[in-house]
């Protein structure tokens, strides 16, 4: 998330012109801005680096502006709601700053949060750079942490404000909103994932409980300062659902290199420190469906990301891969031999 | 014919991977670049193969939807004998158009079975 590279100075210079006059427009925003610049490498994030300096004061900052196009379409508005939520929860979460909901002062619907210290490696639990213990330890935490996104008290700090509470049906919820995606982004018919919804729906679960999920827990979305957890980032799918549901999304198959250590800490590992730290037992079956659920969500992105690439609205060619679409129907095949 | 499809396509791939390795490009530019290298790729990798296996989908497709069956009254439908691979995609989208309204209607059992088994086998065969 950190990480820089070189913008043309037009665009830095576009960006830093509409910050100026949108903080100008902020009461409680006066500074200015120091080093400003884009994160990420490439073009396919709209994530801008920069320093609001005052008088005697360096606070950093990132401000996240909607990508024309991309994998998931979401709401500038609630993810701003829901960090201004967390605040005040134990959860490492960046403070939110400023909104500009519809994008008048800053071209595209953006937010400004405060910018946490710590780096971002996706696949640490696989980097060589890291002794196997010190892996292992990051392993634990970031079930931990997960355990801690699903205690989080969100009646308490108003959540239920923005999120809705789907109750027992939040697994078919969840399949009836990714259902609407894809009927609404393919430009071609998709009968393997058609199959793929008819097959969940009959087979949905019940869940005991309702709590807060994050929708994109993995170690992209995590900074480390050293092997300490400095924030938990990217809440622009979380709502209000089945804690299986982050668990079927780390131990889908797709994501095995992200959340796993070949010998040393594999999906059962996982699932039963997880039920270690919550203190109940996983229902299996139902997590099943949830893995299921997550490839499918995962074609689905596709399928969105694919429309924007072909309308020109970002320059990822994404599509619906051959791997995603055998683990999606694998998951859900019936077999009446 | 000279240079081919596959020469020419061959080329591009080339002279992209030349620009993507340029050390004074952006990583923008080079994201940019990489991104086109990868469909020329794909393009190179199956544009040959793409008719042959639209043919054989629409034929097993119709088939699975019954329209050679002649009490089917769906005849209409039945593919097309033709090399046109414009033609073979149009039809290929009708054919899966069918099937997913089909999927739509059907219970749990064995029909439905077997579309999950000719649509897995599908994703395998897809060379595109």
Redesign the interface.
Known sequence: MTAT???PATETSRVAELLHAFLASQPDAAGRIVDLRRAD????RNNWLFDLVGDGSREPLILRTDPLGGLIDTNRSVEFAVLRSLESSPLPTPAARWLDPNGRALGRPSLIMSRLPGECDYRVLRNPARVLDERIGLARTFCELLASVHDVDWRGLGLSATLTDPGPEAARTQLNHWATVLRTDQV?????L??AI??LD?RAPLSASTVLVHADFKPGNILLDGDRVSALLDWELAHLGDPLEDLGWVTQPLRTAEHTIPGSWDTADLIAHYERTIGTRVALDALDWWVAFSALKTAIMQVSGLRAFLAGRT???YRPT?RV??TV??A?????T | MRPTIDEQLDGAIRLLRLAEDIPET???V???VR?AR??VERTAGSWSMALPFLQADNARTAALLGYHDPDSGDLEEATPGTADLAAAVAHN?KL??A??HR??G?P???D??T???H??A???A?PT
């Open positions: 590279t070189t913008t490498t490439g073009r396919s071609e018919p998709w009968p393997e058609e199959y008819a097959v009959e320059e990822q060619p051959r679409l055998s129907l694998d859900v095949l019936e077999d009446y | 952006t990583p923008a080079t994201e940019l991104n990868r469909l989208e899966r158009a099937l997913t999927i739509r059907l749990d059992g064995p439905r079975a579309i999950g088994t649509l897995r599908r994703v395998d897809d």
